[in-house]
């Protein structure tokens, strides 16, 4: 075979890989907590922690230098488009829900107790 044969060879397979890169599907890969509007709307100051779990779960990544700051992360590495990213981070003083922060709307009846 002769140089040139050998070179058309090679163009065509490292072409076919390319092709076969595209062809091939790769599962979305999700992370974290996902969470929705719903559940968030759901939380009300001063709860407790365990009423927090019950409605939201347990975070899955701990703080172990401040437990009075839960983070709840969302991730989604998707076959094809661009990456999904929800976050959210409450805040608890003496094991009590009293604010939270993220990609989430703040209920309306959010400063509402529970018990009022």
Known sequence: MSRF???LVAVITLNGC?????MVYRIDIPQGNYLEQEDVDKLRVGMTEEQ???VL???V????????RWVYLYK????SGEDYRKELVLTFNEKRLQDFEGD?????DFNQALDQ
């Open 61 to 68: 990544a701990q703080n172990s230098f401040d437990s009075d």
């Open 5 to 7: 044969g050998v070179f």
């Open 76 to 79: 989604m590495d998707p076959n």
């Open 57 to 59: 779960g347990t975070p």
């Open 104 to 108: 989430f709307d703040k209920p309306e």
């Open 52 to 54: 927090v779990v019950f």
């Open 18 to 22: 390319s092709l076969l890169d595209e």
